[in-house]
């Protein structure tokens, strides 16, 4: 998934990237430190973090605000949107993918 200025932003006000709490906590406790939290980082987390078949359908979520999905798009079947925002068969979008790990 691509990371511009706005999937940045999405992904860290959507808990899907790590906080400067965070990792300034994980950093002072753990043996391994965390990067710094940067569009490239950021990048990576969610490269890692996010099922393959979702990755291009939910670029074009959080970039194109307008106009949605594609009529043909392969994750149509499994995207939802209620007013809970995006679930994923059915499931909330934050309960499928993987909680952080940088």
């Known amino acids: 998934m691509a990371v511009d200025t706005h999937v940045f932003r999405y992904a860290q006000q959507l808990g899907w990237a790590p906080s400067e709490e965070l990792r300034a906590r994980h950093n002072k406790g753990s043996g391994t430190a965390w990067p710094a939290i940067t569009r ?3 990048y990576s987390h969610l490269d890692a973090n996010f099922p393959d078949n979702l ?3 939910m670029h074009l979520i959080l970039t194109d605000t307008e106009g949605g999905l594609p009529v043909v798009c392969g994750a ?3 995207l939802g949107f209620d007013k809970r925002g995006v679930t994923v068969d059915g499931k909330p ?3 499928v993918v993987k909680e952080h790990e940088l």
């Open 76 to 78: 149509r079947s499994h």
């Open 55 to 57: 990755k291009y359908s």
């Open 93 to 95: 979008l934050k309960d």
């Open 40 to 42: 490239d980082t950021v």
